[in-house]
């Protein structure tokens, strides 16, 4: 019993394995999500800036408002790389945070099954013993009968 009191110990640390990996990965999966609102907003914030520098195009511009707006916008593009960076990193992070999840759930179910096996197997050994001690039981039984049949033959003829 001792060895599936083990065996039942290293199931429940794979499976905080197990619980722990999904964990990080939801944290991950939350933060790409966080992630990809923010380039979102940078996109839509690009896009929003260029619509009103489009608007303006028909109108003179102090050449010193052009200016701002270039490096406005080369800021905004720097951002949106950067981001794309982050989101590539969040991917490649989730990724192998799944790697690792079915990793703990492939060994989880490996040592599941090994350990229902074990506790078959006891089950069996078990049932085998049983079966033994009763047939031991009936041929004590049985070696009796004999012993009291023979000594009433015995004493009968006598």
Do not use: C
């Not at 619509?51 to 951002?79: C, N, Y």
């Not at 192998?96 to 179910?109: I, K, N, T, Y």
């Amino acid at each position: 019993m001792k060895r599936i009191e083990t065996l039942n110990k290293v199931v429940e640390l794979a499976e905080q394995r197990r619980d722990e990996a999904l964990a990080a990965l939801g944290r991950l999966e939350r933060e790409m999500q966080q992630a990809r609102q923010q380039m979102d907003q940078l996109e839509a914030y690009a896009s929003e800036a260029q619509q009103r520098w489009s608007a303006r195009r028909g109108s003179t511009v102090d050449p010193a408002v052009l200016g701002h707006h270039r490096q406005f916008m080369q800021k905004i593009e720097h951002a949106i790389g950067f981001q794309r960076s982050v989101l590539a990193s969040r991917q490649n992070q989730i990724e192998q945070q799944q790697a690792q999840v079915h990793s703990a759930e492939r060994d989880l179910a490996g040592l599941r099954r090994y350990t229902e096996r074990q506790q078959q197997l006891l089950v069996s050994l078990a049932l085998r013993q049983e079966q033994k001690q009763t047939d031991e039981m009936a041929m004590v039984v049985y070696l009796r009968q004999r012993q009291i049949e023979a000594a009433r033959n015995g004493g009968i003829s006598q």
